[in-house]
């Protein structure tokens, strides 16, 4: 069965990111990140509501499970390989404002697919990040297959790979874990467990409570993680990134966290889910919880937080500026990358 | 120079591209210890070791996934799916991501991967062990596909094939495999361009457009024709995506007659695409209506052998059908 993050030691008390080797500025670090994508996601809905953008998928409540586990990779040597929620991954592995919005908005800059693809379909070869579509399940075993490149190579690289529960249903999930398995490769296998596939709670999903469970099927570790705690999803993760660094094989990581959100902004929510149930986690969320962290820490105080708050919003509306003037792509575009010859 | 069969060819290719090139790799079901069911692989996972030529899990989604995972990160992969009717398992993987990387990253990341799979019937495999799968491939932007029928060709465009800087299905007619031997060049004098169809008889009456298996039918009901005085022009079309439309086009401004000639069921099949691009680009050299000679529009090739044989276009029926062509 898999490992609970009770059982995990929460070291350090009142400084645990100390005790988790994270100083102050990583922590602080993290907890921007966590706003910014946030803040970038908050302007996508005013800007989908207003009329002046088609669509929304939202990384609201999962800033946590993203940015922690990231958090415990190093940008540029490991490769994540994320899914449509991912914010806080890509903006840790280098995407910045700008490159959201610009893809937001499926402008010709957009440095992920030059507005081909919807938004928060992330890649860029040069900061590790992989180009992923949008059928949920497949990246899974990219990961494996960029994993066991690291292996041939002798290199203790290391992969992280993201979805939600909903994708675990998927056989290319299984696919993965098993070839993740058999050949002990560095793969993360990190799970947002949401609660919800758009509408279909987990227990008409699967009839366990925990999927990290399914692990002890595959041969590897699997670990329940409070996925709105920051630094309970960042313990995990680097607990794992040094296991898979030893050769010592994947691990799951189920983080189990919620979606304030609707699936996205073409989902009525109220249809499948009570607003109470939204308000009860609303008040778990992670970024307020991780804020009175750094307080009682004494790492943030209310005019460093105000500071952050201004660089966030700064930078946010620096880049629905930018964005909103960015050119479109070029019909000409249409053709272009569909064989090497077409792309030099 | 050697005498090679088919499955012989395909065996070379892969031994010498993987020793020219370090980071060629083969990986499939069986391809490793037991050296593939149609031992394509015989011998490498001896020479070259376990991790360059793996034996997967029963996982066409694993073998085509995991292999664009390695050509990602700098491998040139090279899948094996034991039959091409199980290539659909992976046709998620084929289609929705190994042909859209290069795409949807907008050039950033490409996928040079090729995925090999013993292909149509005659061999009484039934309907999991025959089916022709072209047709569903060459549909797909950013996919190439490839479908030789002879030794040199299978040989020749493999190793093209491994080289290749996109995604390439290599779909190789299994009841040719060991039908005949040729004279097969080795190394870089054995390559062939993908794309370019072979000429492989001339003719002034008909033209024949065929491919894998069924070339060979053809140039038996070519062959029956002749004795009667019809004269059938045979162009092997080799690779179908992108396939070489200039050669068949001067083939039928010659001839003004032309048929595809096909093994897959007829609707939908690839010759439909061949017969209607000829029919667009020269209407006005066409004497006789662009004909299609295919299989059935059955779900797949039944096992028992006179049903095979019902479905198979065989010389007879070719050369009826040709015949027909020639004198409308």
Known sequence: MATKTQELTQKGGQHRHRALGLSDEAALRIYEVMRLARAIDERMWLINRQGRAPFVISCQGQEAAQVGSAAALEPKKDWVVPYYRDAGVALWFGMTARDEMLQFLARKEDPNSAGRQMPRHYGSRERHILTTGSPVGAQLLHAAGIALASKMRGEDAVTATYFGEGSSSQGDAHEAMNFAAIHKLAVLFICENNGYAISVPQNHQMAIKDLADRAAGYGFPGVVVDGNDVLAVYEAAHEAVKRARRGEGPTLIEAKTYRITAHSSDDDDKRYRQAEEVALWREKEPIPRFAQYLRQARVLSEELDREISDRVNREVDDATDYAESAPDPSPDDLLKHVYAQESR | ?328
């Open chain 2, 1 to 328: 120079m050697a005498e090679r069969t088919l499955v012989q060819a395909v065996r070379d290719a892969l031994a010498e591209e993987m020793e020219r090139d370090p980071r060629v790799c083969v990986l499939g079901e069986d391809v490793g210890l037991k050296g593939g069911v149609f031992k394509a692989t015989e011998g490498l996972q001896a020479r070259f070791g376990p991790e360059r030529v793996m034996d997967t899990p029963l996982a066409e989604s694993s073998i085509v996934a995991v292999a664009q995972g390695l050509a990602l990160e700098g491998y040139r992969p090279v899948a094996e799916i034991q039959f091409a009717d199980y290539s659909f398992p992976a046709f998620n993987q084929i289609v929705n991501e190994v042909a859209r990387i290069r795409y949807r990253s907008n050039g950033d990341f490409g996928c040079p991967l090729v995925i090999r799979a013993p292909t149509g019937g005659g061999v009484r495999g039934g309907l999991y062990h025959s089916q022709s799968v072209e047709a569903f491939y060459c549909h797909v932007p950013g996919l190439k596909v490839v479908l030789p029928s002879t030794p040199a060709d299978a040989k020749g465009l493999l190793k093209s094939a491994v080289r290749d800087p996109d995604p390439v299905i290599f779909l190789e007619p299994k009841k040719l495999y060991r039908a005949g031997r040729e004279e097969v060049a080795e190394g870089d004098g054995a390559l062939r361009r993908l794309g370019e169809a072979a000429l492989v008889r001339a003719g002034r009456d008909v033209t024949a457009i065929t491919y894998g298996y069924l070339r060979v039918v053809t140039l038996q009901a070519a062959a029956r024709l002749q004795e009667e005085g019809i004269e059938v022009e045979v162009v092997d079309l080799r690779t179908l995506r992108p396939w070489d439309v200039e050669t068949c086009l001067g083939s039928v401004r010659r001839t003004g007659r032309v048929a595809v000639v096909y093994e897959a069921n007829r609707t939908g099949g690839f010759g439909a695409e061949v017969a209607a691009e000829l029919a667009e680009r020269c209407f006005e050299s066409l004497d006789a209506p662009v004909t299609r000679l295919a299989g059935p529009d059955v779900p797949a090739m039944p096992f028992s052998p006179a049903l095979e044989q019902a479905f198979l276009p065989d010389a007879d029926r070719i050369a009826a059908g040709l015949r027909r062509l020639a004198r409308f």
